[in-house]
């Protein structure tokens, strides 16, 4: 039996994630892969946790010196994650 309309398999995760509501889960967990590969290894390895809750991108850190110094360049790392995620998904960072 034939469908009369085809779909590409991309309209179809479309639908699937509209269908579920994983569109915000999903901008979430590219935004913590975003943070590593924008952190460094050096960053990263003084990391013990990640995670995003109501568009606040929270990160908890070992070094208070690696704290002092990305408490500097929040800003500029906001704007960063958001230009590749390709739209506002964080609005603020917040390094416990």
């Known amino acids: 039996m034939r469908r009369n309309k085809t779909i590409t398999l991309g309209e179809a995760l479309q639908d699937l994630i509209r269908e579920y ?14 943070w590593e590969s924008i952190a460094g290894k050096v960053i990263t390895a003084r990391t013990k946790k990640t995670y995003v809750k109501n568009g606040v991108l929270h990160i908890h850190l070992t070094s208070s010196v690696v704290k002092n110094e990305l408490m500097m360049l929040r800003d500029a790392m906001k704007t960063q994650i958001n230009s590749r995620a390709g739209e506002e998904v964080i609005r603020d960072i917040v390094l416990h």
């Open 21 to 34: 509501r994983l569109g915000p889960g999903l901008k979430e967990a590219t935004v913590i892969n975003i």
